[in-house]
């Protein structure tokens, strides 16, 4: 069932500006993913954060993750016209075996140049 | 790294009609890969896990007999949509781990687009 929500939902910024999108999810988990897709295609993994981590980077990428408030965040610095695509938070259920992923609703990103 | 393709990229046809979607691990074996359906503009719902050499694990609402789900070796599971209608038209996603176990990301393919007229 979906768990994830995400705000905001749409985000229009100008290129080289900073964007963040939230997640919150509910259950525990074993980690939290950050994915992109651009319109009519599939998802691209961006950054694994597990459970145990409080924060991660990757190029102009940051993640964080608070397991208390079950919340994570996604902020991309320096924001570029390519980096117009949705994004999605998913998470990987703690339960045990090979679980699908449970997706946040999405944030659709809108870089201005 | 690990790629996932995913055959065909779209598909339009009939009512009635079955539909068959490949999806693929190119450069891994993947003992386990999962099936999810998209609405237009909405999130990713989980349909299913394929699992190979043993029957798939469907998520609570959907129906197993509409969606037909063969995972006949390592790299291939196939998902067919029997006797199609238009409620079924929708974008529909695999994905694969290149190692089945905890915290390793996902290698999604490009998705199929089904249209039911």
């Known amino acids: 069932s979906q768990q994830g929500e995400e705000d905001p939902q749409a985000l229009s910024i100008q290129e080289g500006e900073n964007a963040t999108m939230n997640c919150s999810y509910k259950t525990s988990i074993n980690n939290l993913q950050w994915y992109r897709q651009n319109s009519g295609r599939g998802l691209v993994h961006l950054i694994l954060?597990?459970?145990?981590?409080r924060e991660k980077h990757s190029g102009r990428l940051r993640v964080t993750l608070d397991t208390s408030k079950k919340s994570s965040s996604l902020l991309i610095t320096a924001s570029r016209a390519a980096d117009t695509a949705s994004y999605f938070c998913?998470?990987?259920?703690?339960?045990?075996?090979?679980?699908?992923?449970?997706f946040g609703k999405g944030t659709h990103l809108i870089i201005q140049p | 790294g690990a790629v996932v393709s995913q055959h065909p990229s779209r598909v339009i046809c009939k009512s009635g009609t079955s539909v068959k979607i490949e999806c693929r691990s190119l450069?891994?074996?993947?003992?386990?890969m999962f099936w999810y359906r998209q609405f237009p503009k909405q999130s990713l719902m989980l349909m299913a896990t394929s699992n190979e050499g043993s029957k798939a694990t469907y998520e609570q609402g959907v129906e197993k007999d509409k969606f037909l789900i063969n995972h006949a070796s390592l790299t291939l599971s196939t998902l067919t949509v029997t006797s199609a209608h238009p409620e079924d038209s929708s974008f529909y996603i695999c994905?694969?781990?290149?190692?089945?176990?905890?915290?390793?990301?996902?290698?999604f393919g490009d998705g199929t687009r089904l249209s039911i007229l």
């Open positions: 954060i597990r459970s145990n981590e």
């Open positions: 994905s694969a781990r290149a190692e089945n176990r905890e915290n390793q990301p996902q290698h």
């Open positions: 998913a998470t990987e259920y703690s339960g045990g075996g090979a679980d699908g992923l449970t």
């Open positions: 450069d891994f074996q993947a003992t386990t």
